[in-house]
Nanobody, 115 residues
Framework: QVQLVESGGGLVQPGGSLRLSCAAS????????MGWFRQAPGKQRELVAA???????NYADSVKGRFTISRDNAKNTLYLQMNSLEPEDTAVYYC?????????WGQGTQVTVSS
């Protein structure tokens, strides 16, 4: 089992920045694909960014150039740096860990972009 705990969400004005963190209960980055997903009201959950065990990253087109996914292996922590935030980025953001036959989710953290 893996527990994932997100933090760092909040209210920010358009154009602002936030950094989300996801603390894993044990060392998993060498074996799991880690990702950030988000779900806005009335919409399906969507992939925002992912990082493979080898360090390759991919991003949704809507966040390319604005968001950066990274990890600190020593701290078992995944990050999502979000810059130039837009109202359309408002959603609950979830951390995800995926491996063959396993998938874990965090509880989510709310991000609201509003003036």
């Amino acid at each position: 089992q893996v527990q994932l705990v997100e933090s760092g969400g909040g209210l920010v004005q358009p154009g602002g920045s936030l950094r989300l963190s996801c603390a894993a209960s044990r060392s998993i980055f060498s074996k799991y694909v880690m990702g950030w997903f988000r779900q806005a009201p009335g919409k399906q959950r969507e992939l925002v960014a992912a990082i493979s065990s080898g360090g390759s990253t991919n991003y949704a087109d809507s966040v390319k150039g604005r968001f950066t996914i990274s990890r600190d292996n020593a701290k078992n922590t995944l990050y999502l740096q979000m810059n130039s935030l837009e109202p359309e980025d408002t959603a609950v953001y979830y951390c995800n860990a995926r491996s063959t036959g396993e998938r874990y989710w965090g509880q989510g953290t709310q991000v609201t972009v509003s003036s």
